[in-house]
């Protein structure tokens, strides 16, 4: 069994990569210190977790921050978010070890910088890495210029237009980015599509509170909420009939333009206050994919890709994969983001849903070099479910196996998202 998983792993392994949904910045994707890697809120947050004080860790800088949380983290040893960081530094470092000792962050932390600060780095990391682009995600402002869009895919984010519309400072971003008033804000998310698309976006985002119910209001509903926004006498349900316009025109604005629209379900925003940036929010599992049934029906011709913040969930969405022909599974997002959780989600949805209704993972990476082990996670837990599954409990051959695995890392991603390139 261990052999032929590692075969599998070996074969998937060749698949080229694009990632569909990081948080890279395109114009600085990849570390230039120790301290972007050991930055990522998985290792901050751990840290804090374990009893590092979050004063400690937001007033250290340089060498002497990257010793405190190396201290902190072998604590943290056994997690599979520390693993990342040792396939890291083993694969473009070439560190020697199964574990950061304090006494070689020094070396280690001038090595990396090295590395990094050399001109062909980003290059280098998208070779080793086996990527070919990723997809970003892109505040409605963002002037969207400076890199390669064949490399770096935009995609629009649009958090802050169905949830903070009553903001000045998002109205004033509004003004500025479209020349237009945030009133007026049909007209504001028809000229975002057009120049998203024009620069070459293939998709719409968002996240989203487990409470959110996106029922379409009437004209009048809308108009009324959004004076009341200009008026100062927005109430709760003001916000609620807001936020359910702006939904709904943005779903509107993906169905005009063929472009899918991913739904990240179910986090709740600082729950835990004094943690660390990143690092205070979590799921509630009382959210349902029921609150979107009115959606999924409405628009028909809009590939929604789904993702939910708990293995609990899991059933849910794939039980609507199952039955929605727009309703497609995406990754294994943040909390599900470990092994035990991935291997048994993914079993889930191969046995029940149709293979080319399956993004089988993303990486959420804010810098590029922890797509590789990121990846490398999903492609292991893929490969002893097919292993045991398919090839040993069906008797497929192994050519076929790696076959369904292509389609689930790249040709559903090709297909859904790049049909026309």
Avoid at 142 to 155: R, V
Avoid at 285 to 307: E, G
Avoid at 347 to 371: C, H, M, N, W
Wanted: include cysteine.
């Amino acid at each position: 069994m261990q052999d032929l998983s590692d075969r599998l792993f070996a074969e998937i392994s060749k698949i080229r990569l694009i990632d569909p949904h990081t948080h890279i910045n395109p114009l600085a994707a990849a570390s230039t210190t120790l301290n972007d890697l050991l930055g990522y809120h998985y290792y901050t947050e751990l840290a804090h977790s374990a009893g590092l004080p979050k004063h400690a860790i937001e007033s250290a800088k340089g060498v002497e921050l990257a010793k405190l949380l190396i201290k902190q983290l072998e604590t943290c040893t056994n997690t599979v978010q520390y693993s990342w960081l040792i396939e890291i530094v083993q694969s473009f470092f070439n560190y020697q070890g199964d574990q950061i000792e304090v006494g070689h962050v020094d070396s280690l932390f001038a090595a990396a910088e090295v590395k990094m600060k050399a001109p062909t780095w980003t290059d280098s990391v998208f070779e080793k890495t086996g990527l070919e682009a990723l997809f970003l995600t892109n505040d409605f402002d963002d002037p969207l210029e400076g890199f390669d869009t064949k490399h770096y895919i935009p995609c629009l984010r649009t958090d802050d237009l169905v949830f903070k519309l009553d903001q000045p400072s998002v109205q004033n971003r509004i003004g500025k980015a479209t020349g237009l008033e945030w009133h007026g804000i049909e007209a504001v998310i028809q000229k975002l599509f057009e120049k998203f698309v024009a620069k070459g976006a293939k998709a719409c985002a968002i996240s989203l509170p487990p409470d959110f119910e996106p029922i379409r209001p009437t004209a009048t509903e809308f108009r009324s909420a959004l004076d009341a926004i200009g008026l100062g006498t927005l109430t709760a349900e003001h916000k609620r009939v807001v936020a359910n316009g702006v939904f709904y025109l943005l779903a509107d604005g993906c169905e005009a333009n063929r472009l899918p629209f991913d739904l990240m379900i179910g986090v709740r925003r600082s729950v835990y206050e004094q943690g660390v940036y990143q690092g205070q929010d979590l799921f509630d599992q009382r959210t349902s994919l029921y609150l979107y049934r009115q959606l999924f029906n409405d628009k028909p011709s809009v590939t929604f890709f789904v993702s939910v913040l708990t293995h609990g969930q899991n059933q849910e969405l794939t039980s609507y994969a199952w039955i929605f022909p727009n309703v497609v599974t995406s990754g294994h997002w943040w909390y599900s983001n470990i092994p035990i959780y991935i291997e048994a989600d993914t079993r889930a949805r191969l046995e029940a849903v149709p293979f080319t209704k399956q993004i089988g993972y993303y990486s959420d990476a804010y810098k590029l070099e922890f797509i590789l082990p990121k990846f490398n996670m999903y492609r292991r837990c893929l490969a002893r479910v097919l292993a045991q599954d398919f090839v040993i409990g069906r008797g497929w051959s192994e050519e076929r196996a790696v076959a369904l695995a292509y389609e689930i890392l790249r040709g559903n991603v090709e297909r859904i998202f790049l049909p026309n390139i």
